[in-house]
Every structure is written in C-alpha cells, then in structure tokens.
C-alpha cells in the first residue's frame, strides 16, 4: 500500500512523454497511473506506445471504441433557407447505427442522414465508428456543403475512397491536416465534379496501396493548385480522365509518377485548356494499352516531350493529340515520326466528315 501511497502523489507525466511510461515494467503500477488520466487521454497514451499495449494485454485490432473518439469530421454547409437533402450517402441501411450526425455540434446525435425542410442547420459533427470500412460515395452530390474538416481521422481501416467527394459542386475547401490513407486501394472519381475546390492540399495522403486513380479530379473547373509530389503511384493501373476537365490548373507537376503498371492513360489530360507546361518525359508507357484523347484541347501546351513513350502498335491514340495547337502537333511529329494520323484528329472534323 506505501508504493500505491507514492506513486498517486506524484507528478503525473503528460502523454507526450509517454517514454517514461513505457519503462515502467509492473502492470499494477501503471494501471494506477493510467487511472488519473482522462480516458481519451489513456487512448492516446496506448496508441502510440506499444510496450504499454503488451504489457497490459490491451489489442486495439478492434479498436471500436478508438475510432468514436479519434474519427470526427466537421462540415460547413452553405446558408440556403430551407436546406434538405442528403448529408451522407449510406448504401446499406444496416450501417446507419455507425454514423453518428450532430447538428451544430451539439450533443445530440441525429438520427437521420439528411436535412428535413425544417431543420437550421450551419454546422455538422459526424463520427464515424470502426465497422465502417469504406467511404464509398460518401457524400456524393451533397450540395450543401462548403467545408470539410477532418479534424480526427486516424483509423487506417479504410479501403475505399472512390466518389467520397463526388458532385459537391459548392465544396470549396477541404482539410486533411488529419487524414489517414494507409490501407486505401480505391481513389477513383474521389473528387470529381467539385467545380468550386480552388485548391486541394493531398500532402499528407499515402497512395502506396492505391490500384485505381482514374477520374480522380474530373472536371474539377476552379482546381488552380494541386500537390502532387508526395504521390506514390507505383501500383496504380488505370489514370484514365484523371485530370479531365481541370480548365483553371496551369501546371502541374508529374515528375513523381510511376507509371509502369498503368495500362489506361485515356482521357488523361483533356480538356486541360489552361495548362502551359507538363512534362510527362519519365511516363512508362510499355504497358498502356489505350492513349485515347490522352491531351484532347490541351491548347495551352507549346512544349510537349514524349520522346521516352513507347507507343504499342495495338494502342488506341485516336484524338491523342486533336485539338492542340498546330505548333505542338508538328513538334510531336519530330518526336514520333511514324506516328500515325489519327493521334491529330478532332473530334468535330471527324463528326464533319
């Protein structure tokens, strides 16, 4: 009882350093200790250290009760009087116990997924808890709101991001200061058609697992900035329309890509009518099977080095190039000189014919 007497009248550490914790050796000593912190903050202590976990026997494999605490997203919705629609797209209706929704960050929770004509809403909380493992469609065409924020979102659980963002036409911000993208295999369409976003910050994004980035930024209209340098596409096999549609972007830098798995580039850069410089020299183009449009309208672009791309002759490079400025066409035609024809056509010449 002398030690239990001592050890609660001492200087209790904070988990930021948990070091000390880590080397107390008896599980008696430090569940006393662990008694004086607050439970979110035992949370935080176990999570990063995993002696403590050992020691007492505490698996966060399950780690429900971690993700109702450490999974919080706050949205800002545009002022339109009487709001209604959806909030959040839950497909399974056996899921909807695992989202919780407050309104106006109140304690709350609503039992709902979507705003009634009735409701004054500005603000929205949402925890989501560990059993959900896929963000698919998300929130799709919910076009009420203006700002995510994924203040807490540590769970590495998640495999599927495809069409979260989707159709949030009035989207104009989003943080990811906390975003955890370990195990993620899908991306695809993830913001596409979120004509408002000006700038997306992706830094803290981990693709080393993702397959699948195709129609990622889709028609994303306002995009004028975007990050790419810490993407790691070593295992992604389609970009098909990636980057179709971003009209406002003027560069875009893609030195980082690894293509050697790409099989689909179509689409890839088209309608991209802003961009002035692009420099796909380190694309892997051996295994792509389909250059479909890949710079359609990209009438910006003076320069253009594909002097590295091999070009298979089963590859489809219809429209490759059509729409682009004559300049670049015959600079390409240097570059590839037995390339054929059709990678210079327009679509409305041949609609003509």
Do not use: W
């Not at 200790?33 to 403590?52: R, T, W």
């Amino acid at each position: 009882m002398g030690n239990e007497n001592n050890i609660e009248n001492e200087k209790i550490k904070e988990p930021d350093q948990i070091g000390y914790l880590g080397n107390i050796k008896s599980k008696y000593i430090l569940e006393i200790i662990l008694s004086h912190f607050q439970k979110k903050k035992i949370l935080q202590i176990l999570q990063y250290n995993k002696k403590i976990q050992k020691r007492l026997n505490y698996n966060f494999d399950d780690y429900k009760e971690f993700s109702r605490l450490y999974t919080e997203i706050e949205i800002d919705i545009i002022q339109v009087n009487k709001l209604y629609g959806n909030i959040l797209n839950i497909d399974n209706k056996d899921q909807e116990s695992y989202f919780h929704i407050y309104f106006n960050n109140s304690n709350e929770e609503i039992k709902q997924n979507y705003f009634d004509k009735k409701d004054k809403v500005s603000n929205i909380k949402i925890v989501i808890d560990s059993q959900v493992n896929s963000l698919y469609r998300l929130f799709e065409n919910c076009k009420y709101i203006e700002s995510i924020n994924f203040k807490k979102f540590y769970r590495n659980n998640i495999n599927n991001m495809s069409y979260m963002f989707y159709g949030c036409g009035n989207l104009k911000e989003i943080k990811f200061t906390s975003f955890n993208t370990d195990n993620v295999i899908n991306m695809s369409y993830m913001f596409s058609r979120c004509s408002s976003l000006k700038e997306v910050n992706l830094s803290y994004f981990n693709t080393n697992n993702v397959k699948d980035i195709h129609g990622m930024f889709i028609e994303c209209s306002s995009l004028k900035v975007l990050d790419l340098s810490n993407f790691y596409t070593n295992n992604v096999t389609n970009m098909s329309s990636m980057f179709s549609g971003c009209s406002s972007l003027k560069e875009l830098n893609i030195s980082n890509f690894n293509t050697y798995n790409v099989t689909d580039m179509s689409y890839m850069f088209r309608n991209c009518e802003s961009l002035k410089e692009l420099n796909p020299s380190n694309f892997d183009t051996n295994n792509v099977k389909n250059m479909n449009s890949m710079f359609y309208n990209c009438s910006s672009l003076k320069e253009l080095n594909i002097s590295n791309f091999i070009i298979n002759k089963d590859a489809n490079i219809y429209y490759m190039f059509g729409k682009c400025k004559d300049e670049l066409k015959n600079k390409i035609s240097d570059q590839y000189k037995n390339i054929s024809y059709i990678a210079f056509k327009d679509y409305d010449k041949v609609k003509n014919k």
